[in-house]
C-alpha cells in the first residue's frame, strides 16, 4: 500500500514538472509567433513601399521622358510600321517585305 | 533544573476571577471567526473584484490597427496604397525641452521653429499635433531625443504613384483616413477595414506571452482591383492634355469604355490635380467633368434619333430628305444648317450632320418615343455605378416637349447629359444593340465568353446600318475625318454646341466640342468619348478639337491592346474643307 503511494506521489511530481515546463515551452512559442507577425507586418510594409517605388520608377511620363530625352528615341508613325501576318502554326514565317520608303523614314537618326 | 513553583510568588498567588480567563479566550475565538469570516468573504463573494485587480497587473489589450486596402489599376499597378506614418503632439503641461531641442524637432518635422514655438505656447488646449503624416524615419529621430512630453501617434499615409493622372478616379483620403473623393469615397466601408483588438498575458519583459481572448479580429481593408489600365490612362490624359494645351480650352474630359465588358479603361478631366499634396486645391480641378458634370451634347446625339427612325420604319437609309434652303421653321423658330445641303440621303444626314434633316425625321415621330429611347440608353436616369456625385443629366418628360424642343432635342439641344452617359450609350451602336452596363471594377471576362450581358434596345439589322453610317461621319466627306486611324476602321459622331451663358441663353463664343466614337468599326472593343470644354484658339468645331484626340487616343489604345488592324495601312485623306455641322 505505502508503495502504490510512494509511486503515486513521484507520478504526480512528474506530471506537475511536465506541465510547468509544457506551459514554459508554450509560452515561448507564443512569444515566437508574436515576433513573426510583428516581422510579417514589417515585411508587408516594405512590400507596400517596395510596390509604391516600383509604381514611382516605371511611371510611363518617366520612361517616354528618358527614351525620348536621354536615348534619343522616337515613336514610330504609323506610315515606318510594317505588319507582317504570321501563317499557320508550325510554318516558317514569311519574311517581312521591305519597309515602304517614306519622308517619314529619312527623318529618323 | 528545579521547576520554579510559580504558585509560591506572591504576586501570582493573587486568585483572579474565573470569568476573566474566559473572557479571553471567547476574545481570541471570536477574533479568528472574524478573519474566517473575512477569509470567505474574500474567497467567496468579491472575487471578481479581486481577479479584475490581479489582471489589471499582468494582462493588457492589444489595439491592432487596420490597414486601409490598396487600390490597383488592371494590371497590378498601385493607384493608392497605406503606409505608416506617425502624427507628432506635444502635452504642453509636460512639455520640458531646452531651445536647442525644439530646434531640433522643428528641423526634423521640417517646419519653421516659429511655428513650433507658436503651437506649444496655446493657451488653450493642453494637447497640440505639431505635425501630422510624418515618415517612420523623422518620427524615431524625434523619439530619440526623449525629450518629454512630445507624443507619437500611429497612423497611416495615403501615397498616389500616379498622382494627378489618376486623380479623378481614384480620389483621395483626409489623414485621417477618410475618402473624400471618387473610388477612396465610393467604396471607403470596405477599403477602411476594422480595427482589432486582443487581451493578452504580459510577462515581466512586456512581451506577451498568451493570448487570453480575442474581443475583435481585425479585418485589413478589402484591396480594389479597378478596371483602369494606368497605360491606357497615361495615354488618353497626355492626348487631352496636349489638345487642352494647344486649343486654349478652359477644360478637358475623356472616357475610354471596354465594349464588350462595360468597364471603364481610362477615364481623364483637365484641369486636374495632385492628390499627394493638395494645399491649393480647387473647385474647379475637382470637378470631374466625365462623370459629375452635365453639357448639352449636341450633334452626338443624332444617331439615336435616326436609330429610333429606322426601327419604327419612319425611314429608310435611303430616304431622300430635303434639307434645302438651309433654313427650316418650325412656329416662331427657325432651325438651320451651315450650308443648304439640298437633298440628302438620311445615311448623309449623319454623314454632314444635317440639323434640318435629323428634325425633319424627329417631327415625324411621337415625343414619347424619342423619349422613350433616350431613357433606354440612360440618359436622364440616375446612374447605378455607385460613383460618388455621378449625375443622371436631364431629359424633361415628354409631355411638356413643344414641336420646337423635339426638333432641337432631336439634334442634342434643350437635354443634358453626362460625358461618361453618351459613351455608354454609343455602346449600343457598337454591340449589335445593346447596351451594357458599366463597371469601375476589373470584370474576369474569360477569352472564352469575353462579353457582358447587355440589354438590347434596338434590332442587330439597325446596329449594323447605324455603325455603316457612324464610319461615313468619321470618314473623308463626313464631318470628322481626323478621327480616322490609320489600320483601325473607326466610326463616329462629332457635336458642337454653344454654351448657356450667364443670361440663360447661347453665348456666340463659348463652345464645347465633343467627339463620341468606337472601333475596329469590323468588331467594336473600344468606346471613347472626348469633351474639350471652350476651346479658344480660334477652331471650336468638335471635327477639328476632339476627333484629333479620339484618333491618337483610338491607334494608341488599339496597339496597346493587341488589336489587329482590320484595315490597310494606307496615307489617311483628310480633306482641308471637310463639311461643318450646325450650331
Redesign the interface.
Known amino acids: 500500500m505505502t508503495r502504490l503511494s510512494a509511486v503515486f506521489a513521484l507520478l504526480l511530481v512528474l506530471s506537475g514538472l511536465s506541465l510547468v515546463s509544457s506551459q514554459y515551452r508554450?509560452?515561448q512559442l507564443?512569444?515566437d509567433l508574436?515576433r513573426a507577425q510583428i516581422a510579417a507586418r514589417k515585411l508587408?510594409?516594405e512590400w507596400?513601399?517596395l510596390?509604391?517605388d516600383?509604381?514611382?520608377y516605371?511611371?510611363?511620363?518617366l520612361i517616354e521622358t528618358a527614351a525620348e530625352r536621354d536615348l534619343k528615341m522616337q515613336k514610330p508613325s504609323?506610315?515606318r510600321?510594317e505588319?507582317i501576318t504570321l501563317p499557320e502554326h508550325g510554318t516558317t514565317p514569311i519574311e517581312a517585305k521591305t519597309p515602304v520608303k517614306t519622308d517619314d523614314a529619312k527623318a529618323g537618326p | 533544573m528545579k521547576s520554579v513553583r510559580f504558585h509560591a510568588s506572591p504576586v501570582l498567588a493573587v486568585k483572579l476571577p474565573a470569568w476573566r480567563s474566559r473572557a479571553v479566550l471567547c476574545l481570541l475565538f471570536v477574533a479568528f471567526l472574524a478573519l474566517l469570516l473575512r477569509a470567505i468573504y474574500l474567497q467567496a463573494f468579491s472575487t471578481r473584484y479581486l481577479q479584475g485587480q490581479g489582471e489589471q497587473r499582468y494582462m493588457v489589450t492589444l489595439e491592432t490597427a487596420a490597414?486601409r486596402g490598396?487600390i490597383t489599376d488592371r494590371n497590378g499597378?498601385?493607384l493608392a496604397?497605406?503606409?505608416?506614418a506617425y502624427s507628432i503632439g506635444v502635452e504642453i503641461e509636460d512639455l520640458d525641452a531646452t531651445p536647442a531641442e525644439l530646434a531640433d524637432v522643428a528641423r526634423l518635422l521640417e517646419m519653421p521653429l516659429a511655428d513650433v514655438k507658436k503651437k506649444i505656447a496655446d493657451p488653450v488646449r493642453r494637447f497640440v499635433y505639431l505635425k501630422r503624416q510624418v515618415p517612420p524615419l523623422a518620427a524615431q529621430a524625434i523619439g530619440k531625443l526623449g525629450i518629454p512630453g512630445v507624443r507619437q501617434m500611429k497612423e497611416f499615409h495615403r501615397?498616389y504613384?500616379?498622382g494627378e493622372?489618376m486623380a479623378h478616379v481614384v480620389g483621395y483620403t483626409n489623414v485621417d483616413d477618410t475618402g473624400q473623393e471618387g473610388i477612396e469615397l465610393a467604396w471607403q466601408k470596405s477599403l477602411a477595414g476594422l480595427d482589432g483588438s486582443r487581451r493578452v498575458i504580459r510577462?515581466r519583459l512586456n512581451?506577451?506571452?498568451?493570448?487570453v481572448a480575442s474581443i475583435r479580429a481585425p479585418h485589413d481593408g478589402t484591396d480594389l482591383t479597378l478596371s483602369v489600365d494606368?497605360?491606357l490612362q497615361?495615354l488618353a490624359f497626355?492626348e487631352l492634355k496636349k489638345a487642352v494645351d494647344f486649343h486654349h480650352a478652359k477644360a478637358g474630359a475623356i472616357v475610354v469604355l471596354d465594349v464588350r465588358t462595360g468597364e471603364v479603361l481610362a477615364l481623364a478631366n483637365l484641369p486636374t490635380y495632385d492628390p499627394n499634396d493638395r494645399r491649393k486645391l480647387t473647385g474647379e480641378q475637382l470637378r470631374n467633368r466625365v462623370l459629375t458634370d452635365t453639357y448639352e451634347p449636341g450633334s452626338t446625339l443624332k444617331p439615336f434619333t435616326i436609330a429610333l427612325a429606322l426601327e419604327r420604319g419612319v425611314v429608310k437609309p435611303d430616304t431622300v430628305m430635303q434639307t434645302a434652303p438651309g433654313k427650316f421653321t418650325i412656329g416662331p423658330n427657325t432651325i438651320s444648317d451651315t450650308h443648304n445641303h439640298g437633298a440628302i440621303t438620311v445615311e448623309e444626314v449623319i454623314k454632314l450632320s444635317s440639323n434640318i434633316g435629323t428634325a425633319k425625321i424627329a417631327l415625324k415621330m411621337q415625343p414619347q418615343d424619342m423619349w422613350e429611347m433616350y431613357t433606354a440608353v440612360g440618359l436622364g436616369q440616375a446612374p447605378k455605378w455607385g460613383f460618388p456625385g455621378a449625375v443622371a443629366g436631364r431629359v424633361r418628360p415628354f409631355k411638356s416637349w413643344r414641336p420646337i424642343e423635339q426638333a432641337t432635342m432631336s439634334y442634342g439641344y434643350g437635354l443634358s447629359v453626362s460625358l461618361i452617359q453618351i459613351a455608354r450609350a454609343y455602346t449600343m451602336f457598337a454591340r449589335d444593340g445593346e447596351i451594357v452596363p458599366l463597371t469601375f471594377f476589373r470584370t474576369d471576362a474569360t477569352a472564352a465568353s469575353p462579353y457582358v450581358k447587355g440589354t438590347q434596345v434596338i434590332p442587330v439589322a439597325i446596329a449594323r446600318e447605324m455603325r455603316h453610317m457612324l464610319e461615313m461621319a468619321a470618314g473623308p466627306g463626313g464631318t470628322a475625318p481626323k478621327a480616322q486611324v490609320?489600320?483601325y476602321r473607326v466610326a463616329g459622331k462629332t457635336g458642337t454646341a454653344h454654351k448657356v451663358g450667364v443670361h440663360g441663353t447661347y453665348d456666340g463664343n463659348r463652345y464645347v466640342g465633343s467627339f463620341v466614337g468606337f472601333a475596329p468599326v469590323s468588331n467594336p472593343r473600344i468606346v471613347v468619348a472626348v469633351m474639350i470644354d471652350e476651346p479658344s484658339n480660334g477652331i471650336h468645331y468638335g471635327g477639328d478639337v476632339a476627333a484629333p484626340v479620339f484618333s491618337a487616343v483610338v491607334?494608341g489604345v488599339l496597339r496597346t491592346l493587341n488589336v489587329e488592324?482590320d484595315s490597310p495601312?494606307k496615307?489617311l485623306i483628310i480633306p482641308n474643307d471637310s463639311p461643318k455641322e450646325t450650331l
Do not use: C, L, W
Open positions: 508554450a509560452r507564443f512569444i508574436d508587408d510594409v507596400r513601399t510596390q509604391i516600383q509604381t514611382n516605371s511611371k510611363h511620363s504609323q506610315r510600321i505588319y | 490597414t490598396k499597378d498601385v496604397s497605406s503606409i505608416p501615397e504613384p500616379q493622372m510577462n512581451q506577451p506571452i498568451e493570448d494606368s497605360r497615361y497626355t490609320m489600320g491607334g488592324p495601312i496615307s
